[in-house]
């Protein structure tokens, strides 16, 4: 049965789209087929880490939202982004949303019906027979937000070591428990690296009663790539990686049953 993620932050900035992609990429390259919908319409931009720029989407996920096309329509095959390391069966699609100004003026100006885009998943998942699809949310809490917890079967909020990230975070946790979502997880990204990973994992957890799934640490090499690709793909072996493996291996029950 597919699984839906989503992969969610209270604010801006804490890498919530990074994640996303390389735990996407992760678990595909296992030879799963796996979609990411880039829900973030206002400020949408994972489209850049597959180098997939606007003049390659003739279709964005506002085209299905306006009843222009058919959401797979909008759904496009990144799965070169694995540079030969997946199997026969790995497969990544994307659905990009619109990086033009006027279609994010639109959106900001009349938005969009939220019950339309949950049947955009179960469609996308249907008609690409997909075993898992990652929601990158946007931040914050919005309808779109609310709807996406609603049907996840896994979310993972990711949060920085900071003040506002930890108070936003426990507005959203408490919502997320009244949505009744089924498995809710916490990762900690861009921790220092003199800090206690441990300790901060176990403070974390006992903070907001949920798992730790993954604490990453701040690095210059994530810096330096830039968003040029997928960086659990160019530096397998960085400790930032080994997380993120960890992470899908939960995901996809390999190691530990979430």
Known sequence: MSK????HSYRGGTGKSNTTANLATLIAREGNRV???????????????????????????????WGKCKISDAAYDVSSVLEGQGTPKSKIYLVPASAKVNDISRVLREGFDAELLFQGYQQLIKDLKLDYLFIDTHPGLNEETLLSLTVSQIVLLILRPDQQDFQGTAVTVDVARRLKVPNLFLIVNKVLPEYDFEQMSKKVQVTYNAPVVGILPDSPDMLRLASQGIFAVKYSNHP???????????????TVNI
Request: neutral net charge.
């Open 4 to 7: 839906i993620i989503s992969i």
């Open 240 to 254: 930032i990686s080994q997380v993120l493996q960890k992470i899908a291996q939960q995901i996809t029950g390999k």
């Open 35 to 65: 979609g990411i919908i880039d829900t973030d319409l206002p400020s949408p931009g994972i489209h850049i880490l597959f180098s997939w720029g606007n003049k390659q989407s003739d279709r964005t996920l506002n085209d299905f939202l």
